[in-house]
């Protein structure tokens, strides 16, 4: 308390807030580097995205139970450029199983615009990959996936 006003935090104290601030904050990229850069300067979020849309895959479809069928590929797209037609089934991205749609939209959306994912399709009980490279929001006029 100096200058003996008794609201006044000591100085020491006040440093230390500030040192505990300053280390919180500088260990926030080290503890999760992976946090895509998604936010533009004028602080607008980049969604990514590939072109498709997708729903939950129905009971029945596929080799197995979990997964999202491409109900629609936007023409022009980078799905359709790599391939991806409509009836397909996700079945993996990234090497990660696919249990629903939202799984599909949430990876795509998070992963930076200009990096490609790894798609695994099952078509006809065929198995493939392709490999998409995401696009900003604006450059796909497709609403999901």
Request: hydrophobic share 40%; aromatic share 4%; no cysteine.
């Amino acid at each position: 308390m100096q200058g003996g006003n008794p609201t006044e935090m000591p100085r020491w104290w006040q440093t230390r807030w500030f040192v505990l601030f300053a280390a919180i904050a500088a260990a926030i990229p080290l503890l999760w580097p992976d946090i895509p850069p998604q936010v533009d300067l004028p602080g607008q979020v980049r969604r990514g995205r590939i072109g498709v849309s997708i729903q939950d895959l129905p009971p029945g479809r596929g080799s197995g139970t979990e997964g999202a069928l491409v109900a629609e590929v936007v023409p022009g797209s980078a799905a359709e450029r790599a391939g991806i037609r409509k009836g397909d089934v996700i079945v993996a991205i990234n090497g990660v199983p696919v249990r629903s749609a939202a799984q599909v939209r949430n990876t795509v959306g998070l992963t930076p615009v200009g990096r490609q994912v790894q798609i695994t399709l099952e078509r006809n009980g065929a198995k493939r990959n392709v490999n998409v490279e995401v696009a900003p929001t604006n450059d796909t006029p497709g609403r999901r996936g």
